[in-house]
């Protein structure tokens, strides 16, 4: 991980995906999307790897499949 990376919030990465930020966080729990603790225990996301994701399911038409599974 490069340090000078950006780290997002849940409610950032919620914004990007469009969806509620604790989607973005059972995501998390889930394993779907890689987070990062930081020492008081908030979730941060990797901006490259947030908009990789995002890139691949929108590139590929699958935003709204992994919606779908992620709200069961």
């Known amino acids: ?7 997002l919030t849940p409610g ?20 779907r999307i890689h987070s990062i603790r930081t020492p008081g225990g908030h979730r941060r996301f990797l901006e490259s790897e947030v908009r990789a ?7 590929e038409g699958h935003a709204a499949k992994y919606h779908a599974e992620s709200d069961t």
Do not use: C, I, Y
């Open 1 to 7: 991980m490069d340090p000078r990376e950006r780290l």
């Open 12 to 31: 950032e990465v919620a914004a990007l995906f469009r969806v509620d930020p604790k989607t973005v966080t059972r995501w998390a729990a889930a394993g």
């Open 53 to 59: 994701l995002l890139q691949e399911l929108s590139g």
